[in-house]
């Protein structure tokens, strides 16, 4: 018998899905997300608590490699100031002033042996103080400008130090590394950037709550060791309620800026506070006035005034060939 | 967080456009499949009847086409589990099915009436490049004669 050739029409959906795309994404997004979620709990917790045990001594070490003296954020940001003579600035009288506040802060802090702290003066406007490995501290002019009292200084002085004594710039460094690498794994495994920003943004989210954490837990190391200097915490009291204001004023700067009918402080909603690094400072200075009232320190005292060393006098020194190197 | 927004974007354009441009695919490919339904195709070497005029003549069919990046996407998230890589599936039976008319449409510019010996290649175009977006070209050829029914 002769065989039939024929091409009948064949059925659809065979090679192919007839599913909803849309379906797929979301089991797929809720199934993955779930999964890296877990990882990144686990990640987020045992890396914090390895980074921890890591001998603080290592960390110094670790850095005394990189020579941080000359890569002083301080001395490239002087440098970039200078006018040619081949000269940085000479910042010692400040370096030395803070590092005496901060050694006199550090005494109350209970810190760990062998724990140093090491205090850089960077003369830029940059309204800023921060902590970073191997017990290292940057205070900006900027900052120190703002500061109406010794106390105000010694409350983010001592807000540094407890960053320091936390291990929070190495809890960071191990989270930080061990994110990449999962991050980096997640990527690999998909080979394309789904699993990868899936780790990214959840990271950052998780990265930005837990600095707002340790900025709680900064707060009330800082607050005890004032306490114990001066006697009461007018200091961080004082400094909060500064801070709140600049934050109202800024909020409203950008308010009118923007002609946008929606004021960024009056709208204090978990979503907003999600993206921050740290908590707004009236939030913080609750939180302060909470742990004062359960402590029983005392929030009034008189606040010493700063005496700063001005950086003026140090430049006329150098132009009569005083102390320059 | 900009980041989020721009692949939310991506996501969006990639899925409308992507999801249009499928189904007036596949709208075109039915149409187009019954109005060639009388050009009949085989992988079978020859023809078990003999050609009325003329022997063989080679045609082809080539396409390339391109995942958008909703389908890329979920692709990259379905590697993490395994499974069905459904958006690859549509996209290469869409490729195949036009590589098919296409080679048909030439076909019947001979006048020919049967392809026999016909053949796919399949070569993906991205190789699998880091940051593109996945295409892959499908080459149908065939040897095309005019028979008695």
Not at chain 1, 74 to 83: F, Y
Not at chain 1, 232 to 246: R, V, W
Not at chain 2, 47 to 75: I, L
Request: aromatic residues 8%.
């Amino acid at each position: 018998m002769k065989p039939v050739y024929e091409n009948p029409k064949i059925e659809e959906g065979i090679n192919y899905s007839q599913e909803h795309p849309l379906k797929e994404f979301v089991e797929l997004l809720l199934g993955v997300g779930a999964a890296i979620l877990i990882a990144l709990v686990v990640v987020h917790y045992s890396a914090g608590y390895l980074a921890k045990q890591i001998p603080f001594e290592y960390e110094q070490r670790m850095l005394s490699s990189l020579d941080l003296s000359s890569l002083d954020l301080g001395d490239l940001i002087d440098a970039e100031e200078d006018k040619g003579d081949g000269k940085a600035n000479d910042y010692s009288a400040q370096e030395d002033f803070l590092q005496s506040l901060a050694n006199k802060v550090a005494a109350e802090m209970d810190l760990p042996d062998g724990m140093t702290i090491k205090v850089h003066y960077s003369n830029s406007d940059t309204v800023n103080a921060f902590a970073t490995l191997g017990g290292n501290l940057f205070f900006f002019k900027g900052l120190i400008e703002k500061m109406e009292s010794e106390d105000e200084l010694a409350a983010v002085m001592g807000h540094e130090i407890a960053h320091i004594k936390l291990r929070h710039p190495m809890v960071a460094l191990g989270k930080g590394v061990t994110l990449a690498v999962l991050a980096a794994s997640v990527s690999g495994a998909s080979g394309s950037s789904a699993g990868e920003w899936l780790v990214g943004s959840s990271a950052q989210l998780g990265m930005l709550k837990f600095s707002r954490d340790q900025e709680k837990g900064a707060d009330a190391e800082s607050a005890k060791a004032l306490s114990s200097l001066y006697g009461h915490i007018g200091g961080a009291d004082s400094l909060f309620k500064h801070f709140a204001e600049l934050e109202d004023s800024a909020a409203m700067d950008e308010d009118v800026n923007n002609d946008n009918k929606t004021k960024g402080r009056e709208d204090p909603s978990a979503i907003a506070q999600i993206f921050r690094s740290h908590p707004y400072s009236e939030d913080r200075w609750t939180n302060l006035l909470r742990l004062a009232k359960q402590d029983g320190w005392s929030t009034r005292g008189s606040l010493k005034p700063l005496d700063f060393p001005s950086v003026s006098k140090v430049v006329e020194l150098e132009k009569n060939g005083g102390m320059r190197e | 967080m900009y980041e989020i927004g721009i692949i939310i974007v991506m996501l969006i354009i990639g899925y409308s456009f992507g999801s249009i441009r499928e189904k007036a695919h596949f709208k075109s490919i039915f149409e187009r499949e019954s109005k060639y339904q009388d050009i009949l195709i085989f992988n079978q070497k020859t023809s078990p009847s003999p050609a009325t005029e003329g022997g063989g003549e080679m045609v082809q069919g080539n396409v390339v086409v391109s995942v958008d990046y909703f389908k890329m996407f979920v692709s990259g998230l379905r590697k993490l589990v395994g499974g069905r890589l459904t958006s690859y599936e549509s996209l290469l039976d869409r490729g195949r099915r036009e590589a098919l008319l296409r080679m048909k449409a030439q076909a019947r510019t001979m006048g020919a009436n049967a392809i026999f010996n016909v053949r796919f290649e399949t070569s993906s175009i991205s190789k699998g490049a880091e940051n593109s977006i996945g295409s892959v070209e499908v080459l149908a050829y065939g040897t095309a004669i005019k028979q008695m029914g």
